[in-house]
């Protein structure tokens, strides 16, 4: 099977991502690659490592009307645009990865942590968050997806199987998690200059990081109950990456589970989540540079009671581009594992 697949935002990291691995995947044809800023402008000379497939490609403006009739379109613009198109790219086009934040969130839940309204709140209902490993079966029977963010995959996967098993207190959830340089986008600020991000680690986002309420969401609706979570983000000094601690009070059902049986809890889990690699020893976010894998380990910790997860992922590809590929070759048919790395790059 071939389909033929638009990117909307191609020349940010995301976007960027995006072609990098719908170039090469087997089942997809490029179509139109918007970038309103660049429109005209050779993608090569914008991502020069897609030159040795992308060399004569330019860049179209973000048009709706141009990409009508693909069969799927990768949305991946700043974020509250795609709200601005949405209405008229979901009649065009029969499905839709929006990578964005704009149709993740309740409606409720957009405008408190968004601060802002929703200019396409009747589409909201339309849309299926896309963490995989939790909602596949609503994955492959939706048109349109939301990809979940960066951090909030990392945090889910590392919480997912203690909640799914009531092992922890849903009023005592702590995630910090760090993130690379690449992950504030490609536009230019003061704290991504080499000089300001090198040998150093920053919190940003203190209590107010909109990514809690993601969290929080897909907490609850794992647990059937209301979660809340502690959410303090992190820059780091590299370029890849996400490594998310997250911890939490054991609650009564969580009683004689060991560290052994969790792990063999969050095995059985994601037994049938093919990017999903539990280990025993901690994992580091070397091991995911340009994979759609993600690591998670855990620790049951009886002398203060408290749970221990971690998760680490490449934020570009599991935390973005290769998740939103994930969630079309479900939505198409297609193996969910086709086009996509599952091996990172070391050293």
């Known amino acids: 099977m071939s389909f033929?697949?638009?990117?909307?935002?191609?020349?940010?990291?995301?976007?960027?991502?995006?072609?990098?691995?719908?170039?090469?995947h087997p089942n997809f044809n490029l179509g139109p690659i918007t970038a309103?800023?660049?429109?005209?402008?050779?993608?090569?000379?914008?991502?020069?490592?897609?030159?040795?497939?992308?060399?004569?490609?330019?860049?179209?403006?973000t048009d709706p009307g141009a990409v009508s009739g693909v069969d799927v379109a990768f949305v991946a613009l700043p974020h509250g645009e795609s709200q601005t198109?949405?209405?008229?790219l979901t009649t065009q086009v029969g499905h839709v990865v929006d990578l964005g934040a704009d149709f993740r969130l309740p409606l409720d839940d957009y405008t408190t942590w968004y601060g802002a309204g929703h200019g396409a709140p009747t589409l909201l209902d339309d849309f299926q968050y896309g963490l995989v490993e939790v909602f596949r079966d609503a994955i492959?029977?939706?048109q349109h997806i939301a990809n979940p963010g960066c951090y909030p995959t990392a945090a889910n996967l590392a919480l997912a199987p203690a909640l799914a098993n009531g092992w922890l207190d849903p009023a005592s959830l702590v995630v910090n998690a760090a993130s690379g340089?690449?992950?504030a986008g490609r536009s230019l600020k003061d704290a991504n200059l080499y000089s300001q991000a090198n040998e150093s680690v920053t919190a940003y986002g203190l209590l107010t990081h909109r990514h809690t309420a993601e969290i929080e969401w897909v907490c609850s609706q794992i647990a059937g109950q209301p979660v809340t979570a502690l959410f303090t983000p992190h820059l780091a000094p590299m370029t890849r990456g996400i490594h998310a601690t997250a911890t939490a009070r054991l609650s009564?059902?969580?009683?004689?589970?060991?560290?052994d049986?969790?792990?063999?809890?969050?095995?059985?889990?994601?037994?049938?989540?093919?990017?999903?690699?539990?280990?025993?020893?901690p994992p580091s976010t070397k091991a995911t540079f340009g994979a759609n894998t993600v690591y998670v380990t855990c620790r049951i910790d009886r002398r203060t009671g408290h749970f221990l997860g971690i998760a680490v992922e490449d934020n570009l590809v599991k935390g973005?581009?290769?998740?939103?590929?994930?969630?079309?070759n479900l939505m198409l048919g297609l193996d969910e594992q086709a086009g996509l790395p599952i091996l990172g790059v070391t050293p």
């Open 85 to 88: 198109l949405m209405e008229s």
């Open 140 to 142: 492959g029977s939706a």
């Open 181 to 183: 340089i690449s992950g």
């Open 36 to 61: 309103a800023s660049n429109a005209g402008t050779l993608i090569a000379d914008r991502i020069p490592a897609l030159a040795p497939v992308l060399g004569d490609r330019r860049f179209s403006e």
């Open 261 to 281: 049986d969790a792990l063999a809890a969050y095995r059985e889990f994601y037994a049938d989540s093919p990017f999903v690699v539990v280990s025993d020893n």
């Open 320 to 328: 973005a581009a290769g998740q939103a590929v994930q969630c079309a």
């Open 252 to 259: 009564e059902p969580s009683n004689g589970v060991t560290t």
């Open 4 to 24: 033929t697949a638009a990117v909307l935002g191609g020349s940010g990291y995301a976007g960027g991502e995006l072609v990098r691995i719908l170039a090469q």
